[in-house]
Antibody, heavy 119, light 110 residues
């Protein structure tokens, strides 16, 4: 059973860059035809798809975040990462990493990590 | 891309059936058979309940079923149980090769 775990700073200052890493255990990130995704959820609100990366390095991003988002993969560490630049208070949310087992079908999720944007 | 539209809340008594709708456009829900449904308890990560419109992952109760007509997908929960009280979200693949979630529905078991 693949497991995912998010890690990174829980507090980021406005205008700075949010950086999170998702470590995949119990299986190789390079095995199978999976996309690896980031999703976020502000407190009391719904889920927002941020973007995804395939093991080939191919990426897709939410158009509303595309100018600020970079998702990358490090297969040697079995990790993939999220960078969100120029953050504002509205970027405060629980950030989840997930495995996409089918087209936008997220079958494995991390537990989520809360990131607060505040000075 | 706009979030898919779901009712804010749906309720039912134990044993009843309820249906949650998820309305999009021909560029997402209506254009592909790639609609998924998730169950989320407070403070927990979502759990995949339905994928590809109507398929259940292993281990998900057959009380959960999915369907689609035009630009609207639906999740039906039959034989409603107290443990089904949670938030439910739909998601869809889009014509831009991106994903989009629904606005979410809170299910209350009366």
């Amino acid at each position: 059973q693949v497991q995912l775990q998010e890690s990174g700073p829980g507090l980021v200052k406005p205008s700075q860059t949010l950086s999170l890493t998702c470590t995949v255990s119990g299986g190789s990130i390079n095995s199978g035809s999976f996309y690896w995704s980031w999703i976020r959820q502000p407190a009391g609100k719904g889920l927002e798809w941020i973007g995804r990366i395939y093991t080939s390095g191919s990426t897709n991003y939410n158009p509303s975040l595309k100018s600020r988002v970079t998702i990358s993969v490090d297969m040697s560490k079995n990790q993939f990462s999220l960078r969100l630049s120029s953050v504002i208070a509205a970027d405060t949310a629980v950030y989840y990493c997930a495995r996409e087992g089918g087209a936008i079908a997220f079958d494995q999720w991390g537990q989520g990590t809360l990131v607060i944007v505040s000075s | 891309q706009s979030a898919l539209t779901q009712p804010a809340s749906v309720s039912g008594s134990p044993g009843q059936s309820i249906t949650i709708s998820c309305t999009g456009t021909s560029s997402d829900v209506g254009g592909y058979n790639y609609v998924s449904w998730y169950q989320q308890y407070p403070g927990k990560a979502p759990k995949l309940m339905i994928y590809d419109v109507s398929n259940r992952p292993s281990g998900v109760s057959n009380r959960f079923s999915g369907s689609k007509s035009g630009n609207t997908a639906s999740l039906t929960i039959s034989g409603l149980q107290a443990e089904d009280e949670a938030d439910y979200y739909c998601s869809s693949y889009t014509s831009s090769s991106t994903g989009v979630f629904g606005t979410g529905t809170k299910v209350t078991v009366l």
